[in-house]
């Protein structure tokens, strides 16, 4: 997607969907798995895993998007749309 490939974008989009759906299916171990990525260097990552763990983690949850959402570009307003959709 960052490239302007949305072909492509949705192919990688359905692969990280099916991850998550994988992890999920693991119950509390595979929602740890998943927090792990609340410290990856890239902040787009980082507001995939929190935008997917605000029901399961929500105070790790916030504070990683409010953090990204602080910043400038798109993914510090995917993070500020999240919370604003969960309603903090």
Not at 42 to 57: F, I, N, Q, S, W
Not at 62 to 69: G, I, N, P, T, Y
């Amino acid at each position: 997607m960052w490239r302007g490939d949305a072909k492509t974008g949705n192919k990688h989009a359905k692969k990280y969907g099916a991850a998550f759906d994988k992890l999920r299916a693991h119950g509390d171990a595979g929602r740890d798995a998943l927090a792990a990525l609340f410290k990856h260097p890239r902040p787009d990552v980082r507001v995939m895993a929190a935008a997917h763990l605000l029901r399961y983690r929500t105070a790790e949850a916030k504070a990683v998007l409010e953090d990204v959402a602080k910043g400038e570009g798109l993914v510090s307003f995917k993070a500020g749309q999240a919370l604003k959709r969960w309603g903090a």
